[in-house]
């Protein structure tokens, strides 16, 4: 029995040792289950899989050392470069920056502005967190997410992706089509800290050493560095390109910019890429578009749809309007080219409703601004997904490398990145944001009659204000008592052109019945007519009535109406700003004062989506209706009846439409609208019951008396209401 044993256990060892020694062999082995090192080239179109990157020597070859050590150069030989090769290693990621326990702006130099996610795909970063905002989560807020990956794509986009690289000779004028695909490539991640991550990758020719693949040659070297520093919103990257061969040649390079921007507004696309270009003389213009924008011209490119019969006939009528308007062509719309000649590109961005990211090249003649892209699964289709981004691409001017180990045989490109919140205060303490006119990332309403150059500063000027007050307010601050505060000193401003305004139109409302008379009695004599009424204007004391008096307060008004818009919409103060402890409790979101997601439902032909109910813009319809019931009516001409059907029938549809447009708008927004239209119909209570104080008095017929008189009263003669011409 012990021997028996002995020999059983003795068979196992040996049977096992045995399999061991098979597995090991690599014959039951699968190449899809275990990592294994992939060969990017020149012409690569399938993304490769993740592997261990292997040892390269990066040797300059015997033929080019002999060249360097004789001082010469070798001939351009155009096989070095005409399929560049890269052993792709194992995806990974390295994180830099940190985040704070609870979202707070906070002026700390010790603690770090966001959290950014680096990964070696394309040495890019992945991701960008801010450590000072939530996403406005009420059940569970987490740090706001500035900057996602696209990932509808067969290769995901990162921001700041190093992209095509294109090799050419010294002296040649183009470059090749071809480019070697970086932004597929796991580059190798050399060292990394908190503050700071260096990545590196080599092209040239690669070997089959031992079954695999390692990269004998390196032709050029590439490294790529990014850093942070506490108490900063700048990233810094830098990258360069040396040459490893004997010969000199130049190189251009194509850089991803932003990737996946987060959307503030939930009713608009409220995302805008942006170029900006600088004068001779310092200044900085800009160009945008919007996201929709973009998708429509990209559209156009790549959606063209057969059309037959009408739509034909119409896409051609409309084609035709376009080129007598002079509609720009979709390609060189997304290339956003300077509108004057000269300027030269100084930076790019993307911005949504309160955050920008802006890349800035800092040898500005070195980079320039190559197209806005789109992304999205449903292009073609009438409305985009729900993943729909766009991006832009850089492209660098040709850089020339000397042969290796000479002087110039390496360069150096440099990009400082702001990743924060549009913030104007921020934008004028830095001498580098304030240089470059960063708070041209502010999205200004303007319109035909208030162009953005005269919105603009009336809207700093109303968030400088808005922050004076708040700060006075000290412990008590609270910014939707503060939009109040504005509404009252706007409308104590206007109140002169306003009651002058609305006495106006009480005396023509007043003088109704007898303009009626008139315009019937002398129907048929349009010239008697108005001779007429003239007179009964003048016997009222009034000159010959305009109806642009009883608009001239609202044309007064609207600068200020669209900057103080601009202002609550924009303000960075505002958002996750509270007014009251249960409603109101976020001033640039709806104030749902009941949410209900699980039985959401759409409006048909309108498209409101309605998920809660709103309170402030069923209140803000109700006090419209009480200001058009206040406000005097011009009595119309009872030739026309259409004008008085028309009347009421924007009585009725503006307390309706307004509450629907802004039902889902920000609480702040729809808070001032309704405060101003509150003021304004107790404003207009009060110069109502002023005026009729004014006609009691009148009616007693008592006038004051002169000096003359002995400062007694005397009885007013009556005028005429009309003299009679033969």
């Known amino acids: 029995m012990k021997w028996k044993s002995i020999i059983w256990t003795g068979v196992v060892i040996f049977v096992g040792f045995c399999a061991l020694r098979i597995w090991n062999t690599g014959l039951f082995s699968c190449d899809r289950c275990r990592p294994r090192a992939q060969v990017i080239s020149l012409a690569a179109s399938i993304e490769p899989e993740p592997a261990a990157s292997p040892d390269s020597s990066g040797e300059i070859p015997e033929p080019q050392k002999d060249a360097l050590e004789k001082d010469t150069e070798v001939p351009w030989d155009d096989s070095l470069f005409s399929n560049l090769l890269a052993v792709s290693g194992k995806e990974e990621t390295v994180i830099l920056g940190g985040l704070y326990e609870s979202c707070r702006r906070t002026s700390d130099p010790t603690r770090y502005k966001y959290q950014i996610e680096l990964t070696t795909r394309g040495a890019a970063v992945k991701s960008v967190t801010l450590s000072e905002f939530d996403d406005r989560n009420r059940d569970n807020p987490k740090p706001f997410v500035l900057l996602e990956p696209i990932d509808d794509q067969a290769v995901p986009v990162y921001s700041l992706a190093s992209r095509g690289l294109r090799v050419a000779a010294p002296n040649a004028s183009t470059f090749p089509d071809r480019a070697f695909p970086l932004h597929r490539l796991n580059w190798t991640l050399l060292r990394h800290d908190q503050e700071s991550a260096v990545f590196e990758a080599k092209l040239g020719r690669v070997e089959n050493q031992e079954g695999q693949q390692v990269l004998a040659e390196t032709q050029i070297r590439l490294q790529k560095t990014y850093r942070i520093q506490p108490g900063s919103y700048d990233l810094t990257c830098e990258l360069t390109m040396e040459n490893r061969t004997g010969q000199p040649l130049q190189t251009m390079l194509e850089m991803q910019g932003t990737a996946s921007m987060a959307q503030e507004d939930i009713r608009t696309d409220d995302r805008t890429v942006l170029a900006a270009y ?23 490119i790549r959606c063209p ?63 320039s601004f190559s197209q806005a892209e789109y992304f999205d699964s449903a292009l073609c289709a009438g409305k985009p997904s729900e993943n729909a981004t766009a991006s832009y691409l850089l492209q660098t001017t040709p850089v020339r490398l000397a042969a290796a180990r000479t002087e110039g045989d390496s360069q150096t490109l440099s990009w400082e990145i702001f990743l924060g919140p549009k913030d104007k205060r921020l934008f004028d303490q830095n001498q580098t944001y304030r240089d470059n006119a960063y708070f041209q990332t502010f999205s200004m309403r303007s319109c035909c009659c208030c162009p953005a150059s005269v919105t603009q500063p009336l809207a700093f000027a109303i968030m400088w204000m808005m922050t004076m007050l708040y700060k006075m307010m000290g412990p008590w601050g609270n910014y939707g008592v503060v939009i109040m505060a504005l509404v009252f000193l706007m409308r104590l401003l206007m109140h002169p052109v306003t009651k002058k305004s609305q006495v ?144 009421k029938i924007m009585m009725i549809m503006l307390p309706l439409l307004f509450p629907l447009m802004l039902y889902n708008g920000p609480s702040g927004v729809n808070l001032y609208i309704m405060s101003s239209i509150g003021a304004g119909v107790i404003e207009q209570m009060v110069v109502r019951k002023h005026l009729q104080e004014q006609e009691a008095e009148k009616e007693k017929g008592l006038v004051p008396a002169t000096s003359k008189t002995g400062g007694k009263f005397k009885k007013k003669k009556p005028k005429p209401f009309f003299r009679e011409y033969k």
Do not use: C
Not at 278 to 300: M, T
């Open 278 to 300: 600088r004068a001779d003389s310092g200044n900085v213009e800009s160009r945008a578009l919007g996201y929709p924008q973009v998708r429509g011209f990209v559209k156009e």
């Open 305 to 367: 749809a057969r059309k037959e019969g009408l739509t034909l006939l119409l896409d051609e009528i409309g084609g035709l309007f376009k080129r007598m308007f002079g509609s720009k062509d979709p390609k060189t719309a997304l290339q956003l080219l300077p509108e004057k000649n000269g300027l030269h590109f100084a930076w790019a961005a993307a911005a949504n409703k309160y955050f920008a990211a802006v890349v800035r090249p800092v040898e500005e003649q070195s980079v």
């Open 504 to 647: 106006t139109m009480m005396k023509v409302q007043k003088l109704g019945p007898k303009i009626q008379e008139v315009q019937k009695k002398y129907k048929g004599s349009p010239q008697e007519m108005h001779r007429r009424m003239a007179e009964v204007y003048q016997q009222a004391g009034m000159t010959q009535f305009s109806p642009m008096v009883g608009m001239l307060p609202m044309f007064l008004q609207m600068p200020i109406w669209i900057a103080l818009w601009t202002a609550v919409n924009t303000s960075i103060d505002l958002r996750g700003a509270g007014f009251l402890p249960v409603w109101i409790t976020d001033l640039s979101a709806p104030d749902a004062l009941v949410s209900f997601p699980k039985y959401a439902f759409t409006i048909p032909l309108l498209g409101l989506h309605i998920d809660s109910l709103n309170i402030l813009p069923l209140f803000m319809g109700f006090v419209m209706y009480l200001q058009q019931k206040l406000t005097p009516q011009s009595q119309p001409d009872p030739s026309r009846p259409e004008l008085a059907q028309q009347q």
